[in-house]
């Protein structure tokens, strides 16, 4: 990997498609049309070859059609050029957002500051377009006179990058959605204390129960991680009758910060109803804590079942869910912590909820990215290739 990351063709239209006018044609197909025509339009054609032929042979026209492919070949050019410049538009925009949200220098940017914006962009983006990211900030300090804080090749960066590539690659190639029968069965399968141990026999360790409450609410709310991991006790309201409301502080669809609220309703069943999970953990912490339980609610553990003063890290839901998923006789390797979020996604829209309600629910920026959950989750749904008699 280079200080500057080649950045990925961009798929935006072409101006021409903005405009509405013809693109030109691909190079590569310039007079293939002409000689297909002739092919099939048959002895038609037969009279006019010599004629064809000399104008083809013609100096001024040799000249003629080499400045038009020259033209051609220029707006093709500056069209990957204007593409590439929106693109890296729009990234550093992004950057710029973030900088002054977190109240960071963003020109000239420090390698740590670049360190902690690919960890908070990691969730939701792509390899492909975090490392165009870098190469528009390398750009731009590049064109400003500054020297790129861009640099995963070596330096401060290079194991956060590393890190991030060894992630990447298990929800690049699709991390499975967790699908609810394989939730209940990693629920049910949750440890429960033994007749040796120091709790009450038969009943879920503290442990579980809050590795319940983080699968469950993750999934019900079709949260990223990182939201996940950042929920607070005063982010949550209980709704008698109705469930629990959610305040997710921040999400990628909410680039001002106003929050977004979730509603997780009751379940059918008290051993996976997201509400009923989430009270028995904070009710379970407060009682280990020996008073208020406030701040952070998923909370790592010392020594055992000692309850921690923060929260897990974002990594870490991915090994909740890995182990729990092994004990359930599940492939671990298989999930992410994207699963929980993926799978509540593909059940819904199987299940005939509303697109957009699904997408309000889950938080996504653009219907692009949603969509792609929506094919996924219907390749069997009306399959034309069933019943059709094999």
Known sequence: MTDQPSPPSSEEPSENENTGELAPPPLSEIGQNAADS????????????????????????????????????????????????????????????????????????????IGLYLGARADDLSLATLERRLAAIASLHK?????????????????????????????????????????????????????????????????????????????????RRSELVALRVEDVQFIEGEGVNVYVRQSKADQEGTGLVKGLPYGSNKETCPVTALRQWLQAAEREVEGPFEGDIFRRFYRGESIGESAMTAQYVSTVLKRHAESAGLDPETYSAHSLRAGFITQAIRAGKAERRVKEHSGHASWETFNQYVEEAGTFQDNPAENIGL
């Open 143 to 223: 064109e400003e006179g500054y020297e790129s804080p861009a640099s995963v090749a070596e330096g401060p960066l290079r194991k956060i990058w590393k890190g991030i590539v060894r992630e990447k690659p298990r929800q690049q190639d699709g991390a499975p959605p967790l699908m609810v029968e394989d939730l209940r069965s990693i629920i049910e399968h949750l440890p429960r204390y033994q007749a040796e141990d120091d709790g009450p026999t038969g009943q879920m360790t503290l442990t579980a129960l809050r590795d319940r409450a983080l699968l469950l609410v993750g999934w019900t709310g079709a949260l």
């Open 38 to 113: 002739r092919d099939t339009d048959g002895d038609s054609e037969d009279a006019d070859s010599d004629q064809k032929t000399d104008a083809l042979e013609d100096p001024e026209r040799l000249r003629e059609l080499q400045e038009s492919l020259g033209r051609l070949e220029d707006f093709a050019a500056q069209s990957q050029a204007e593409n590439t410049i929106r693109a890296y538009a729009a990234d550093l925009e992004d950057f710029r957002h973030w900088c002054k949200k977190y109240e960071r220098e963003w020109l000239p940017a420090q390698p740590k500051t």
